[in-house]
């Protein structure tokens, strides 16, 4: 777990950005962005960490964005469909055109959803698991309020569902946001780097993480930082 030092009151503040990403340009900046060695790393722990997956079934993407990493998990599970729900549509349309271009219709639907799509979860599993894999990569730090994704997932789960989130951590200090940009982003274009750096303000601490899902009822998943600027949260239901 990071270490949060003696003086919590001292660690920078959360700065909240917006949940979404409309905007064409930056969704267009995103879908033609190079974000192969991340979000290879980010299959690759998925399989890692859920070694015995069935060989097929019908996987969830919440926050799928331009389904980069919709795509790539595709094509590391050939047996396995995939949902992806954004609430974005400019994100969604270049989503679909990528999509088409791979040739997975027949595997993956991409679908225009705000998350959370309910405030309640019934208190009562269904034996039925409408989604045997939930996955999720960046989507907490762009929310106000972090209960709407753990809500969604417990909504979408059901019994043995396996649930593997990706995010960033908030650092301590605003210059080491400045540093990561300049090291992980260097030749980024502009507005990347700029989300990047905001999105870095906007990222959840771990002992917050780790609060949300006990408030959550999900205090059963595991967590733990995988870099310096990425945590994962994982288990089954």
Known sequence: ???????????????????????????????????AEPHNHFVQLLQETFPQLPQSGNALDLGCGPGDITLRFAHAFPAWSVEGWDASEAMLNYGYQAVEAAGLQDRITLKKVYVPQSDTVSDT??????????????????????????????QQS????????????????????????????QDEPEVLRKDFFNSLLAAYRVDEVKDQLVQAGLGGLQMRAVSDRHLIIWGQL
Do not use: C
């Open 1 to 35: 777990m990071m270490n949060l030092g003696s003086d919590a009151s001292a660690l920078l503040t959360r700065v909240p950005e917006p949940e979404l990403m409309d905007d064409d340009d930056q969704a267009r900046a995103y879908a033609e962005a190079d974000f």
């Open 158 to 185: 059901g019994a043995g569902t396996a649930v593997f989130i990706m995010d960033l951590m908030r650092p301590t200090k605003r210059e080491t946001a400045r540093n990561f940009v300049d090291l992980y982003a």
């Open 125 to 154: 599993k269904s034996d039925t698991v409408s989604f045997p894999l939930i996955f999720s990569n960046s989507l907490l730090h762009h929310l106000a309020d972090p209960m709407a994704l753990w809500t969604e997932v417990k």
